[in-house]
């Protein structure tokens, strides 16, 4: 009788991808090695990719030492990452095409931008921004649909010294003025609408909301973008294009510290309001530049596609900084994956002849459910590598990936970083390690991992362990602290494991040395890939008249990965109907933003607590995951029975 074929559950780069790859085995390992040993020497080597107008003499100044939290890289150097990004490339490429725009709809013509019109479009931008006050070290907020003005506008508050903070057009009001206050913005640059999958967001009039909670001095420079009509405040509101089109195109760069921060970009945490993760020039540049170089076997030539929005991190390392460096051709994406139809990443793929493409599994989940044939109709030949990005890759979706995306010929970069870590921490190099679907292989240069016991904090130093991700020294990439919180910045990352850089996240590393990341283990959740502070939501839930209490998780979700499950206690005498189920959900929106919306919520009329009044939240998650027979020891609550109730009610029966 002969076998069933077992799918190969290592794969390895074909020797036709290795004979050209940057890296390859015999590479990553002399390289990590030098890295770890001696990191000050490997990096002042490696510093030297970008171009600095005064060089560093100091390479590393780093210190997890609780209460001594420090990170300075190249603390003495002075460069500036727009004349990286975009000037120095002058000269060699200054007609190659350093944008692909591809807008919403298809019959919409794409744009291809030069490195010359961006050094021009980058110029006009920034000479409008100094028009308007903005200097060295001024905050901008950028509120933007991906539009090319998003890219001009980051690379013109780097050439000024502006720091920028971008907000994801998909969130609220509300959100946008926290964050304006938060960073003391100077200005918002926003536009009319953002067209997105056919439908078009209310950008303009968002903003006008957000404004009205901010300083009256916060200027709005509005991009005309789909000409539709908006209000207009005169004496605050600013036609960027307008002003774009009459200020000169030159416009020369200042000189900034390594240290000097490029951007403030607002993620969620545990616990309270959003945190100003804050990155700086010089480091995060070398990191964003290498990894994209090095993960993603970027060479000259190639067109690289990373889907993600400019709103999140990986649309800040991938899309802009790590690829404009490199002088690469990097494709920014108007759209969704469904519009028009299913096929649109591959028509789009194969339109540009993409080399290298960067997606999140929930995008892949997506689409394989709507079936392999949309895939199919498009001519993917011009692919070499696929990567992932924001969440653990399920092995279906891996091999979907692989098969129908890549053909079997293409490696897949399991890509595992966040926003506090600048660029990527674990990833396979492709043509030095060997892939497993689901494992993020193997640390990036430079990056030391430690997996610890949860709860004794024991270094486990076996090759095979699993407990919480920990790292033990710092990365040129690394975040320098959260903005006007430096006491926060030390609690939430330096103070559980004291010593180490603790990444929220569970690992488990197989006997072959490869990371498997598990999962948060704090009380983050991960919706689409887009992070999200259960607390946020909570607090939104609570600020509705008739909420009294309530308590979110995360459940298994099948294309988000995970859901939002909402506990919901409301005030007395509050009728629970479906039209408040309803208002609920459309309550968060509001408040947060889509992303943000519950799945699911659950009237409670009791949580379950402890005697202190904690919420136990590991019960919660038991009883969303419809897996409320293994509930563990409830004997510490203070009243038992409101489980009972709980399961009785649950709403994802299975
Ligand atoms: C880049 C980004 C960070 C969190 C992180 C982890 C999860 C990201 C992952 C992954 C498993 C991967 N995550 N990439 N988990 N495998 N390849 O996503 O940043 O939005 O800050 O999220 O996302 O849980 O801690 P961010």
Same mark, same amino acid.
């Given at each position: 009788?002969?076998?069933? &074929?077992?799918?190969?559950?290592?794969?390895?780069?074909?020797?036709?991808?290795?004979?050209?790859?940057?890296?390859?085995?015999?590479?990553?390992?002399?390289?990590?090695?030098?890295?770890?040993?001696?990191?000050?020497?490997?990096?002042?080597?490696?510093?030297?990719?970008?171009?600095?107008?005064?060089?560093?003499?100091?390479?590393?100044?780093?210190?997890?030492?609780?209460?001594?939290?420090?990170?300075?890289?190249?603390?003495?150097?002075?460069?500036?990452?727009?004349?990286?990004?975009?000037?120095?490339?002058?000269?060699?490429?200054?007609?190659?095409?350093?944008?692909?725009?591809?807008?919403?709809?298809?019959?919409?013509?794409?744009?291809?931008?030069?490195?010359?019109?961006?050094?021009?479009?980058?110029?006009?931008?920034?000479?409008?921004?100094?028009?308007?006050?903005?200097?060295?070290?001024?905050?901008?907020?950028?509120?933007?649909?991906?539009?090319?003005?998003?890219?001009?506008?980051?690379?013109?508050?780097?050439?000024?010294?502006?720091?920028?903070?971008?907000?994801?057009?998909?969130?609220?009001?509300?959100?946008?003025?926290?964050?304006?206050?938060?960073?003391? =913005?100077?200005?918002?640059?926003?536009?009319?609408?953002?067209?997105?999958?056919?439908?078009?967001?209310?950008?303009?009039?968002?903003?006008? =909301?957000?404004?009205?909670?901010?300083?009256?001095?916060?200027?709005?420079?509005?991009?005309?973008?789909?000409?539709?009509?908006?209000?207009?405040?005169?004496?605050?509101?600013?036609?960027?294009?307008?002003?774009?089109?009459? &200020?000169?195109?030159?416009?020369?760069?200042?000189?900034?510290?390594?240290?000097?921060?490029?951007?403030?970009?607002?993620?969620?945490?545990?616990?309270?309001?959003?945190?100003?993760?804050?990155?700086?020039?010089?480091?995060?540049?070398?990191?964003?530049?290498?990894?994209?170089?090095?993960?993603?076997?970027?060479?000259?030539?190639?067109?690289?596609?990373?889907?993600?929005?400019?709103?999140?991190?990986?649309?800040?390392?991938?899309?802009?900084?790590?690829?404009?460096?490199?002088?690469?051709?990097?494709?920014?994406?108007?759209?969704?994956?469904?519009?028009?139809?299913?096929?649109?990443?591959?028509?789009?793929?194969?339109?540009?002849? &993409?080399?290298?493409?960067?997606?999140?599994?929930?995008?892949?989940?997506?689409?394989?459910?709507?079936?392999?044939?949309?895939?199919?109709?498009?001519?993917?030949?011009?692919?070499?590598?696929?990567?992932?990005?924001?969440?653990?890759?399920?092995?279906?979706?891996?091999?979907?990936?692989?098969?129908?995306?890549?053909?079997?010929?293409?490696?897949?970069?399991?890509?595992?970083?966040?926003?506090?870590?600048?660029?990527?921490?674990?990833?396979?190099?492709?043509? =030095?390690?060997?892939?497993?679907?689901?494992?993020?292989?193997?640390?990036?240069?430079?990056?030391?991992?430690?997996?610890?016991?949860?709860?004794?904090?024991?270094?486990?130093?076996?090759?095979?362990?699993?407990?919480?991700?920990?790292?033990?020294?710092?990365?040129?990439?690394?975040?320098?602290?959260?903005?006007?919180?430096?006491?926060?910045?030390?609690?939430?990352?330096?103070?559980?494991?004291?010593?180490?850089?603790?990444?929220?996240?569970?690992?488990?590393?197989?006997?072959?040395?490869?990371?498997?990341?598990?999962?948060?283990?704090?009380?983050?959740?991960?919706?689409?890939?887009?992070?999200?502070?259960? =607390?946020?939501?909570?607090?939104?839930?609570?600020?509705?008249?008739?909420?009294?209490?309530?308590?979110?998780?995360?459940?298994?979700?099948?294309?988000?990965?995970?859901?939002?499950?909402?506990?919901?206690?409301?005030?007395?005498?509050?009728?629970?109907?479906?039209?408040?189920?309803?208002?609920?959900?459309?309550? &968060?929106?509001?408040?947060?933003?889509?992303?943000?919306?519950?799945?699911?919520?659950?009237?409670?009329?009791?949580?379950?607590?402890?005697?202190?009044?904690?919420?136990?939240?590991?019960?919660?998650?038991?009883?969303?995951?419809?897996?409320?027979?293994?509930?563990?020891?409830?004997?510490?609550?203070?009243?038992?029975?409101?489980?009972?109730?709980?399961?009785?009610?649950?709403?994802?029966?299975?």
């Amino acid at each position: 009788m002969s076998q069933p &074929v077992q799918a190969p559950s290592v794969y390895p780069a074909s020797d036709e991808f290795v004979a050209s790859a940057h890296v390859d085995a015999a590479g990553y390992e002399a390289m990590y090695s030098a890295s770890a040993a001696d990191p000050a020497a490997f990096w002042a080597e490696h510093g030297k990719r970008i171009d600095w107008i005064k060089p560093y003499t100091k390479v590393k100044n780093t210190s997890f030492e609780p209460g001594n939290i420090s990170i300075k890289w190249f603390e003495d150097g002075q460069l500036n990452v727009s004349a990286n990004c975009v000037d120095r490339h002058m000269t060699t490429r200054a007609n190659q095409t350093a944008i692909i725009w591809e807008p919403d709809h298809p019959d919409t013509p794409a744009l291809h931008i030069t490195y010359a019109q961006l050094l021009e479009n980058t110029c006009r931008m920034a000479n409008v921004l100094k028009a308007h006050g903005v200097t060295k070290g001024d905050r901008v907020v950028i509120y933007l649909p991906m539009i090319p003005e998003a890219a001009y506008a980051m690379l013109a508050c780097a050439r000024i010294g502006a720091i920028h903070s971008i907000v994801f057009a998909g969130f609220s009001p509300d959100a946008l003025s926290n964050r304006i206050n938060d960073s003391e =913005a100077k200005c918002v640059i926003t536009a009319d609408f953002a067209p997105r999958g056919g439908r078009k967001t209310a950008l303009k009039a968002n903003t006008d =909301a957000a404004l009205l909670h901010c300083d009256d001095r916060v200027k709005c420079l509005v991009v005309k973008h789909t000409g539709d009509q908006t209000s207009w405040v005169s004496g605050r509101d600013i036609d960027v294009k307008a002003e774009m089109a009459e &200020v000169s195109p030159y416009c020369s760069y200042v000189e900034v510290n390594a240290e000097d921060p490029l951007f403030i970009l607002y993620t969620s945490g545990s616990t309270g309001k959003p945190k100003g993760v804050v990155h700086t020039s010089g480091g995060y540049l070398v990191y964003a530049s290498m990894t994209h170089q090095m993960t993603f076997d970027y060479h000259d030539g190639d067109v690289f596609w990373c889907t993600a929005d400019v709103g999140w991190v990986t649309g800040h390392s991938y899309i802009i900084y790590g690829p404009l460096a490199n002088g690469a051709t990097t494709i920014m994406f108007e759209g969704v994956p469904t519009y028009p139809d299913a096929g649109r990443f591959w028509e789009v793929c194969a339109k540009h002849k &993409v080399n290298q493409f960067y997606t999140a599994p929930t995008a892949i989940r997506a689409l394989m459910g709507q079936g392999a044939e949309w895939v199919e109709k498009h001519d993917l030949s011009s692919l070499k590598l696929l990567g992932s990005v924001g969440e653990p890759i399920n092995p279906e979706a891996w091999n979907w990936y692989n098969t129908h995306v890549g053909k079997g010929k293409c490696p897949i970069v399991d890509t595992f970083w966040q926003t506090e870590t600048g660029g990527h921490l674990i990833t396979p190099l492709p043509g =030095a390690v060997p892939q497993k679907p689901g494992s993020a292989t193997m640390p990036f240069f430079g990056v030391k991992p430690v997996i610890l016991d949860a709860a004794t904090a024991e270094v486990q130093t076996e090759t095979a362990a699993e407990g919480v991700l920990c790292i033990t020294d710092s990365w040129p990439g690394q975040m320098r602290t959260l903005w006007g919180d430096h006491a926060r910045f030390e609690e939430a990352y330096f103070s559980q494991y004291p010593g180490y850089y603790f990444t929220g996240d569970g690992c488990r590393r197989d006997a072959d040395g490869y990371y498997w990341i598990t999962g948060r283990v704090d009380d983050v959740i991960n919706v689409s890939g887009h992070r999200m502070g259960t =607390a946020e939501v909570e607090s939104a839930l609570v600020a509705h008249s008739m909420v009294a209490e309530a308590a979110v998780v995360g459940y298994p979700h099948e294309i988000k990965g995970q859901g939002i499950y909402a506990y919901v206690t409301l005030m007395n005498d509050v009728e629970p109907t479906d039209e408040l189920r309803k208002d609920l959900v459309k309550w &968060v929106r509001q408040e947060i933003g889509p992303i943000a919306s519950p799945d699911l919520i659950q009237w409670s009329p009791g949580l379950p607590k402890t005697r202190s009044g904690k919420i136990m939240r590991r019960i919660l998650r038991k009883i969303a995951e419809n897996d409320y027979d293994a509930l563990g020891d409830i004997s510490t609550l203070a009243d038992p029975s409101v489980v009972e109730e709980l399961i009785a009610n649950r709403m994802n029966r299975r």
